[in-house]
């Protein structure tokens, strides 16, 4: 997380409750666990959830009406024995 910064004011900016709350995307609730694997970065303190070659995020949303989907990919790691985003 960034000087001057914190959880609630980065996840406000990814726009996901004005995404979902306007009704314009719609959020896959349960993906398939078993395709995801733990993919680690940086000697183990980053990691991710990813799928296929192209390491897909479970975090998918689909465009209302049309075949668009958004995906988010953050990268994770664990500060203080809490994971947190860290980008």
């Given amino acids: 997380m960034a000087d001057n910064s914190n ?3 980065f ?3 990814m726009n996901f409750e004005r995404l979902t709350d306007s009704k314009i995307y719609t959020p896959r609730l349960f993906p398939k666990w078993q395709d ?3 993919v680690k970065y940086k000697e183990g303190r980053l990691f991710r959830l990813e ?3 192209f390491g897909r995020s479970p975090i998918i949303m689909d465009k209302n009406g049309t075949e668009y989907i958004y995906t988010y990919d953050p990268y994770l790691s664990i500060i203080d024995g809490k994971v947190v985003i860290a980008r």
């Fill in 51 to 53: 799928k296929g070659n």
């Fill in 11 to 13: 996840f406000d900016s």
């Fill in 36 to 38: 995801y694997k733990l």
């Fill in 7 to 9: 959880p609630r004011i």
